[in-house]
């Protein structure tokens, strides 16, 4: 079974901080999704990362994907209220057929 | 459709009934998944759907759980003699390329009591 250790758990910051959000695994992933997750609303697909040692930019936000595609972060530049939500890691076995979930980093942004 | 539609959205459920949850998936998408989501962690896989044909359901719980996609669109989850321990959000994906990533539907929170 692959697992997908996610950290921290819990994140609560201030408006204008920075943080980062680390998805960490023995078992490597053909490819690695992160989505952001809203109170009643199902999880929402940011960004998809492939190739090992990839950086993908989505306006304030960074990922990044481990060079041996086993591990990934996410970076948040001067966070928003509006950042606010559960953050979960999914990655890709390879086959297509399913995902592996983290357990989510519950971020909260204060203004 | 624009989106993953669920339905219903909450569902209360006396032990041992049966339940049904609705995934409408969007239109033209060829695989539909369906993950269990407990309060405070990530979803976990429970069954995957290429069309018409269920490829993987190595993840249902146990025999009480069933899907089904007979046309290759709307797809439906049923739980049998319910249980407390069901009690959880039921998530619909769907996908047309599964390196673009998955759809999600708002999900079914199904309360057992």
């Known amino acids: 079974t692959q697992l997908l250790e996610q950290s921290p758990q819990f994140l609560s910051i201030q408006e204008g901080e920075n943080l980062t959000v680390y998805c960490n695994s023995s078992?490597?992933?053909?490819?690695l999704q992160w989505y952001r997750q809203e109170p009643g609303e199902g999880p929402v697909l940011l960004v998809t990362?492939?190739?090992?040692?990839e950086v993908k930019k989505l306006k304030r936000l960074t990922f990044q994907f481990g060079d041996a595609r086993k591990d990934s972060s996410l970076h948040i530049t001067a966070a928003q209220p509006g950042d606010t939500g559960l953050y979960l890691c999914?990655?890709?076995?390879?086959?297509?057929?399913?995902?592996?979930f983290g357990s989510g980093t519950q971020l909260t942004v204060l203004p | 459709g624009a989106g993953v539609s669920q339905s219903p959205r909450y569902k209360v459920a006396k032990r041992g009934q049966d339940v049904a949850l609705r995934c409408d998936p969007i239109?033209?998408?060829?695989?539909l998944f369906w993950y269990q989501q407990a309060l405070g962690q990530g979803p976990e896989f429970l069954t995957y759907?290429?069309?018409?044909?269920?490829?993987?359901k190595s993840g249902l719980p146990s025999d009480r759980f069933f899907a089904e996609r007979p046309e290759g669109s709307v797809s439906t989850l049923k739980i049998q003699r319910t249980q407390q321990e069901d009690s959880a959000v039921y998530l619909c994906?769907?996908?047309?390329?599964?390196?673009?990533?998955?759809?999600f539907g708002s999900g079914t929170r199904l309360t057992v009591v």
């Open positions: 990362v492939v190739t090992g040692g």
């Open positions: 078992s490597v992933f053909s490819s």
């Open positions: 999914a990655g890709d076995p390879g086959s297509a057929r399913q995902l592996t």
């Open positions: 239109s033209g998408h060829v695989s």
């Open positions: 994906a769907s996908s047309s390329r599964h390196l673009w990533g998955y759809t």
């Open positions: 759907f290429q069309n018409e044909a269920q490829l993987d």
